[in-house]
């Protein structure tokens, strides 16, 4: 039985602020884990830490979702050195596309990638994501999409992927998976929850066999100023003390 890992407390080596951001993080890593849309060790979170230095966090390379704490998380600059050389690495094709996306949006302070079944699954089908149920509207009224170019690995896709994604919060890559932005990680998160969602009802939806009836165009057009009234704008205020205090019943280790 391997023993768990055993990594020294940041706490007091960091701001307060980046704590808090480290908490947070670590807390998105284990709620992916918990709904089951981690991807064994492969897909990334990241966060970045205020500052002109523009720095971000990013999860240590091998570690599994369930096992990441606030201590673990890489602190990375924008050509991927890492700051702390005693830490673990970084996955290359996290870095590609979650610098891609910080370089440009001041506002997306956190991108959120998932390889989800549902949510690749939707990701190769041609009209991609469809306006069939009210979790739909939410991440149709800002998505963007992004054509496979293989793994994402090479610094020239960075500008394609950047004009692909422009100011949009939702984006889906085709034949890969899902991304999602925030001002924060409770915003991330919970336009990930909403995203996901959608894709699993469509896909179960489409299942049936049966003639699907979609969200009239008129419905959908309105739908921005609804969700700055539902959801507080995509913060997930609401959402994210709660999702804390789940994690914090069942799972405490990772605020460590």
């Known amino acids: 039985m391997s023993a768990p890992l055993n990594i020294p407390s940041k706490q007091s080596q960091v701001s307060a602020q980046e704590w808090q951001l480290r908490v947070d993080l670590a807390a998105a890593y284990r709620l992916i884990a918990m709904y089951g849309w981690d991807d064994l060790i492969f897909t990334h979170i990241s966060v970045r830490i205020p500052g002109p230095e523009h720095h971000f966090l990013i999860n240590p390379y091998g570690m599994m979702f369930d096992e990441i704490t606030a201590s673990s998380l890489v602190r990375i600059d924008q050509h991927g050195n890492k700051l702390n050389p005693d830490d673990f690495d970084v996955n290359p094709a996290g870095f590609t596309i979650h610098s891609a996306v910080h370089s ?142 789940k994690l914090d019943r069942t799972d405490p280790g990772f605020r460590n």
Not at 109 to 117: D, E, K, P, S
Not at 210 to 227: E, G, K, N, R
């Open 104 to 245: 440009v949006r001041e506002d997306a302070a956190c991108v959120m990638h998932t390889h989800t079944t549902e949510g690749v699954a939707v990701s190769t089908q041609k009209h991609g994501l469809l306006p069939l149920s009210q979790q739909s509207l939410f991440p149709l009224s800002n998505l963007a999409y992004h054509d496979y170019e293989g793994v994402a690995l090479r610094e020239d896709e960075k500008a394609r992927l950047q004009a692909d994604l422009g100011t949009n919060n939702f984006m889906i890559l085709r034949n890969h998976g899902l991304l999602t932005t925030g001002t924060s990680v409770a915003e991330a998160f919970l336009g990930m929850y909403i995203l996901q969602r959608a894709c699993e009802i469509q896909l179960q939806a489409m299942a049936s066999g049966d003639t699907l009836v979609h969200i009239p165009d008129d419905i959908l057009s309105t739908i921005q100023a609804q969700a700055k009234q539902v959801t507080k704008g995509m913060g997930g205020q609401l959402a994210w003390p709660g999702l804390l205090r």
